[in-house]
């Protein structure tokens, strides 16, 4: 019997590590809509340049009904494993899903073959999304004859001038671009000069909305077009592991084994591509100087380690090196932890305690890993800066710091108050998983695309 128990359990952990892979929100991109829908925000901007706010009730089964045979070409700056392309991955999806035809360009592509582009290509293959070269006669003429044109990032907009050409004003009224950027090199003439002349754009949240509506006109001179704020969604794959308390207690032995941390151990994780905007530097700042506030103060709190997840071994730039030089100049190598960039980050969700939004400057348009964490009843120590800001509850749901320098302190005391509030960090975790359920589902991010679609299509229609 014993034997038997033995591989039973071996086979139950094995089974739900391929099942999250499977239907981690990461690799996951299938965005599956359902019935049971709730009300959602509106988002536009009026002829003043304001941004409002309606709620409107669906009355549908499906929210993307209406997009049933119509013809979608979607246009991405690059195919990779980062956040845009994901996102249209996902719309692409969602719309295959009811009915609609599906075309994909790439404008970036390199020149060799990338095991990356061939995979996601194939995903999309598979799923009836047609894939068509950036610079093809086909490509012009599938944005001719298109119901909707979605291009995806500010850098999107270089595609127009070098394949339409001469085409580029019949187009216009029927693109929607989608814009997840805050970064200032993105605000380029080149990329962006014909945003004023599209149907709209789609960004992820209140304050990048702002930002680019701001600075367009203050540096660019030139006015945004109608503008619709969508906050993204979890899917529902990610959900189902998340409230799932068996396949989350595995994942987090398993996760906490390969890294050495024992379970009543604190861990904070920072999980983003290891970059200097996303702040990984002060983040390790900041947990060494909270472990320094321990000791001065003498308090007795678990032991407390940290991961950085988003790391690329192969590469090693010189930013991951500073890092990692830092971790050995200070004599914590046994409290950090690197880990490879993977899309399969459930299983650090499960395995972790707090999630760290570091990211600098301007911070996240939205930050997805953000509201994953919190379905995952984790708090979030994030900047107060970005779509963040509109996603946590500064003292209900997570604690926010300023980003730069300026913030390494104020982060490190939130390590330490939640080492030594364990109820109060509990707390906030359930907090924020309510949030999610009340406003970050996939559900709600399809109901509030749905709205932006209907309006796009009305109003390319009318222009023809």
């Given amino acids: 019997m014993a034997k038997q128990s033995v591989g039973w359990i071996t086979f139950q952990k094995r089974w739900l590590l391929m099942l999250l892979v499977v239907f981690s929100i990461s690799t996951a991109i299938v965005f599956v809509i359902r019935a049971a829908l709730d009300s959602c925000d509106r988002h536009f901007e009026d002829a003043d340049g304001r941004i409002h706010l309606t709620t409107q009730i669906s009355s549908i089964s499906n929210p993307l009904g209406f997009m049933k045979s119509k013809l979608v070409l979607l ?105 997840h950027e805050m970064r200032g090199h993105y605000f380029k003439l080149e990329y962006v000069k014909h945003l004023p002349f599209v149907a709209g754009a789609m960004i992820d949240s209140h304050t990048t909305a702002e930002y680019w509506k701001n600075r367009t006109e203050e540096r660019l001179r030139i006015k945004m077009p109608e503008t619709y704020v969508v906050h993204l969604g979890n899917s529902k794959e990610l959900m189902e592991v998340a409230e799932d308390n068996v396949a989350k207690r595995v994942l987090r032995e398993h996760v906490r084994e390969s890294l050495g941390v024992r379970n009543e151990d604190l861990l904070f994780a920072i999980i983003n591509s290891v970059s200097r905007g996303k702040g990984q530097d002060l983040f390790l700042r900041s947990f060494h100087e909270s472990l320094q506030l321990i000791q001065q103060q003498k308090l007795k709190v678990p032991s407390m380690h940290a991961v950085v997840v988003g790391s690329d071994m192969n590469a090693q730039t010189k930013f991951e090196t500073e890092l990692r030089n830092f971790v050995i100049e200070k004599k914590i190598q046994d409290r950090v932890h690197f880990v490879n960039k993977t899309l399969t980050v459930a299983p650090y969700l499960a395995a972790i305690d707090v999630l760290v939004q570091n990211s600098q400057a301007r911070g996240e348009c939205f930050g997805r890993i953000t509201i994953e964490a919190m379905a995952f009843q984790i708090p979030v120590l994030g900047t107060a800066a970005g779509g963040t800001t509109e996603i946590v509850v500064n003292g209900s749901t997570g604690l926010l710091h300023p980003a730069g320098k300026e913030g390494v302190t104020p982060l490190a005391k939130n390590m330490v108050n939640f080492a030594t509030h364990v109820e109060r960090r509990l707390t906030m975790g359930r907090k924020g998983y309510e949030r999610v359920k009340d406003r970050f589902l996939e559900h709600h991010m399809a109901q509030r695309i749905a709205l932006v679609l209907k309006e796009v299509l009305h109003k390319a229609k009318g222009h023809f």
Avoid: C
């Fill in 75 to 179: 246009v991405s700056h690059e195919l990779s494993l980062s956040g845009g392309p994901l996102l249209l991955m996902e719309l692409a999806f969602l719309l295959r899903g009811v009915g609609a035809q599906v075309v994909w360009i790439t404008n970036q592509k390199p020149m060799e073959t990338d095991e990356v582009i061939y995979s996601l290509e194939h995903k999309m293959l598979d799923r009836g999304v047609q894939v068509l070269s950036a610079k093809s006669q086909e490509a012009i003429e599938t944005a001719l004859k298109a119901d909707l044109v979605v291009l995806n990032t500010a850098v999107a907009g270089k595609w127009l001038d070098a394949v339409l050409k001469d085409d580029v004003p019949r187009v216009l009224p029927k693109v929607l671009w989608w814009i």
